[in-house]
């Protein structure tokens, strides 16, 4: 079946620093990819997506591209702030027939120091 | 849009008590999901529905859980005979159309726990 997989956290930057979370799925046909993000106390929030592959998503500073090649679809910030702080969830959408459910992966911490 | 709304924001029983959960979707989304989220995981997907339609249910859903839409707005997600195995956060999210362009919005969630 699918499944995501992102790298663990927690993961802790200084302010300004660069942000990567790695993201690699399993999937049958073309899904679509996500990144969710759940700030302390709220909901999960929509933080971008892609839908065909080297589509680029772009949100708030944060932007993935999804790579059909590689399977992933990788989250990346320039420049990170204290409000970033929060934890990232990757997901898919199965493209086949079935569950309209998202797949999630575990999720990834993120800890930004001033 | 006053988001996707979800009664009640916490819930705590004794095993084996029954409990029911109650979302209320964004007005115009036709289709409803519901979703469970233990610690330290992504939230896993249980079942949802195309407006009363329950069109599909994960093999996470056992027959102690039921999920209803009866009129095609709210929905409401049963437990029987709770377990400690039930304790987790339940999240119900909905969106306006199938489709891969239609993200899905979500609620606050209901935290369930068991003593």
């Known amino acids: 079946g699918d499944s995501v997989t992102q790298m663990e956290g927690p993961v802790t930057l200084s302010e300004e620093a660069f942000l990567t979370i790695n993201c690699t799925y399993t999937?049958?046909?073309?899904?679509?990819l996500f990144w969710y993000v759940q700030y302390p106390g709220e909901g999960l929030q929509l933080l971008l997506k892609?839908?065909?592959?080297?589509d680029k998503g772009s949100n708030k500073g944060f932007e993935a591209t999804y790579r059909k090649e590689t399977t992933s679809f990788h989250l990346e910030k320039g420049s990170v702030q204290v409000s970033d702080s929060a934890v990232y969830f990757c997901?898919?959408?199965?493209?086949?027939?079935?569950?309209?459910?998202?797949?999630f992966g575990k999720g990834t911490h993120l800890i930004i120091q001033p | 849009d006053t988001g996707v709304s979800q009664n009640p924001r916490h819930k705590i029983t004794k095993r084996g008590q029954n409990v029911t959960f109650r979302c209320d979707p964004i007005?115009?989304?036709?289709?409803l999901y519901w979703y469970r989220q233990t610690l330290g995981q992504g939230p896993e997907f249980l079942t949802y529905?195309?407006?009363?339609?329950?069109?599909?249910k994960s093999r996470l859903l056992s027959d102690r859980f039921s999920a209803e839409r009866p009129k095609g707005s709210f929905s409401t997600l049963e437990i029987q005979r709770t377990e400690q195995g039930d304790s987790a956060m339940y999240l119900c999210?909905?969106?306006?159309?199938?489709?891969?362009?239609?993200?899905?919005?979500f609620g606050d969630g209901t935290r369930l726990s068991i003593l």
């Open positions: 529905f195309q407006n009363e339609a329950q069109l599909e």
């Open positions: 007005s115009e989304h036709n289709r």
């Open positions: 997901a898919l959408k199965g493209s086949g027939g079935g569950a309209d459910g998202l797949t």
């Open positions: 999937a049958t046909g073309y899904p679509s």
């Open positions: 999210a909905s969106s306006s159309q199938s489709g891969a362009n239609q993200p899905q919005h």
């Open positions: 892609a839908t065909k592959a080297d």
